[in-house]
Nanobody
Framework: QVQLVESGGGLVQAGGSLRLSCAAS????????MGWFRQAPGKEREFVAR????????YYADSVKGRFTVSRDNAKNTVYLQMSSLKPEDTAVYYC????????WGQGTQVTVSS
């Protein structure tokens, strides 16, 4: 299992920015495709972005394309999500995980965007 700790969430006004971090345990981090997901109140968890093991390829949900950027630092076992031009509909608990795995979820980090 890979243990995951998300951080960096908070309350921000619409149009603002936040940078989320996800620290992962284990020596195999650099071999994993990592993903960011989010879950808004009353909704199912949804895909936000994913990044290849090398960091060279990233994919985004249409709802965040052009506003969010995913990156990683394999030396620090950390993946990041830079969020800009935030909208109230981005309000959710954000999670990272090994993409396509059944790895347990971390506690997530709350992002609240006020209008």
């Amino acid at each position: 299992q890979v243990q995951l700790v998300e951080s960096g969430g908070g309350l921000v006004q619409a149009g603002g920015s936040l940078r989320l971090s996800c620290a992962a345990s284990g020596r195999a981090f650099s071999t994993y495709v990592m993903g960011w997901f989010r879950q808004a109140p009353g909704k199912e968890r949804e895909f936000v972005a994913r990044i290849s093991w090398s960091g060279g390829i990233a994919y985004y949900a249409d709802s965040v394309k052009g506003r969010f950027t995913v990156s990683r630092d394999n030396a620090k076992n950390t993946v990041y999500l830079q969020m800009s031009s935030l909208k109230p509909e981005d309000t959710a608990v954000y999670y990272c995980n090994v993409y396509g795995s059944h790895n347990p979820w971390g506690q997530g980090t709350q992002v609240t965007v006020s209008s």
